[in-house]
């Protein structure tokens, strides 16, 4: 099918292989096939395409949305029936609570004419999340087919393999099918594909050819790529617009977007600002040898005292412990460097990475540094968590029930600076690495 190929690309062999295990409309299809693969690396779309553009009656469920059992099965059953009765356009809702109920339902709702004599196909798109649901549920969908009696087909997509579904009782086996991830290559050729219509194909790859150059090794995922992508391309044909040079300089338009995806390289992945705020940097008339690290960190949301919070977590990840009384006590004394500094500590924390803190170190640094007395309530206790949620914090060490917590600082020093100066704190005067 040539506007299949068209539509999906870098991925024949698995387009072929579920094209043949699919056959024609009223022939018998495997009753499951488990398709798994990294982030990003077509499952969703091959399937969703392949069963748009063959017409084949088809239901899509995700499993995050539905992470209730009563939920996941009412929602395929109501979809099915919106697929049966397109053509009065009349269903009433249906209730299905057990999976029991579901097969009886499903017996009748493939009943109607226009599901008779074809195959009808139930994808489960993010299916490890079906593992954490009823035991029975997982082997019921595996032979449905057999289990009703109807031409049906279960293909569950995950990003996890088959061995890490498989319960310990066994089970019917899927068709298993793998989705390796994108080469640079493939990458390229469906980069390249996006181009806009105002400018030739070549000239987007070229771009497209220098920004994987950039990314690559830091980035194999295909939808952060095609963000990143979308998100650069003014920046990189600004020259052209300009008039200040062609289309085949590339030495000129390389000049002019280098500095930007250096800027950009900080941001793959953290979505730390908006498109349209990195846009409104990016116009900003910033001398490229004054870019330094990602002056979007201004940017950064964090209630009040989450900002307290992580700039004590950063000065007790470099902070040595017994330094704690020179920096917090006001009443210490002078204490010089040269006294507490020990044959061993030659070399700066920072070089030798965060090391790791217990939560009541935490605590009473942030009782010295914060102005007003903040008392230990839940909500302090939530915002750390949060903090580890967005990975601006990491519990380590929480293995052994009798100790308590352990969490490291995972930001850079400019991250923690821009911070700072939010909450006019001046976080230097308290780092033991530049006194």
């Not at 009412?74 to 979809?79: A, K, S, T, V």
């Not at 009943?111 to 074809?118: M, R, T, Y």
């Not at 489960?124 to 082997?139: C, G, Q, T």
């Not at 338009?253 to 950009?264: S, T």
Request: charged share 25%; proline share 5%; aromatic share 12%.
């Amino acid at each position: 099918m040539p506007h299949l190929e068209n539509m999906v690309l870098c991925r024949e062999s698995q387009v072929a292989t579920l094209q043949s295990l699919f056959g024609e409309r009223h022939h018998f299809s495997f009753p499951s096939i488990f398709i798994y693969g990294h982030t990003a690396s077509g499952k969703t779309y091959v399937t969703q395409t392949l069963l748009k553009t063959l017409e084949l009656p088809h239901v899509f469920v995700n499993c995050v949305e539905c992470f209730t059992l009563r939920l996941l099965l009412e929602q395929i059953l109501n979809r099915l029936s919106h697929l049966s009765s397109s053509e009065d356009g009349y269903c009433t809702e249906i209730t299905c609570d057990t999976f029991n109920d579901f097969v009886r339902l499903f017996k009748q709702v493939t009943k109607a004419e226009s599901l008779k004599d074809q195959t009808v196909y139930i994808v489960l798109d993010k299916a490890e999340y079906l593992r954490d649901m009823e035991a029975n549920l997982l082997p019921g969908f595996l032979r449905l087919q057999e289990l009703t009696d109807r031409n049906v087909t279960v293909i569950f997509l995950s990003e996890i393999v088959w061995e890490k579904f498989r319960p310990n009782t066994g089970c019917f086996e899927p068709f298993v099918l793998y989705f390796p991830d994108y080469s640079i290559g493939n990458l390229q050729k469906i980069l390249s594909h996006d181009h806009p219509p105002e400018y030739s194909a070549d000239f987007y790859a070229a771009y497209i050819n220098i920004l994987l150059g950039v990314f690559y090794t830091v980035c194999r995922d295909l939808k952060e790529l095609r963000h990143l992508a979308v998100l650069n391309f003014p920046k990189y044909c600004e020259p052209v617009v300009k008039g200040e040079a062609s289309e085949r300089d590339t030495r000129k338009l390389w000049r002019n977007i280098e500095p930007h995806l250096k800027k950009a390289m900080q941001t793959v992945y953290l979505r730390e600002i908006s498109s349209s705020q990195w846009e409104k940097l990016q116009n900003d008339d910033t001398d490229p040898g004054q870019l330094k690290g990602l002056s979007a960190y201004t940017h950064v949301e964090l209630p009040y005292y989450s900002k307290f919070i992580l700039i004590a977590a950063y000065l007790a990840s470099y902070n040595p412990a017994r330094t704690d009384k020179r920096f917090f006590l006001k009443h210490h004394g002078k204490i010089k460097k040269t006294n507490f500094l020990k044959k061993h500590e030659k070399t700066s924390n920072h070089l030798l990475g965060p090391k790791p803190f217990p939560l009541d170190r935490l605590l009473a640094i942030l009782y010295s540094i914060v102005d007003s007395r903040v008392a230990p309530t839940a909500n302090i206790f939530s915002q750390i968590t949060s903090l580890v949620t967005l990975q601006l914090l990491a519990l380590v060490g929480h293995d052994d029930q009798l100790d308590g917590p352990k969490y490291k600082c995972t930001v850079s020093l400019d991250f923690i600076r821009a911070i700072a100066r939010t909450v006019n704190f001046d976080i230097i005067k308290y780092l033991y690495d530049f006194l």
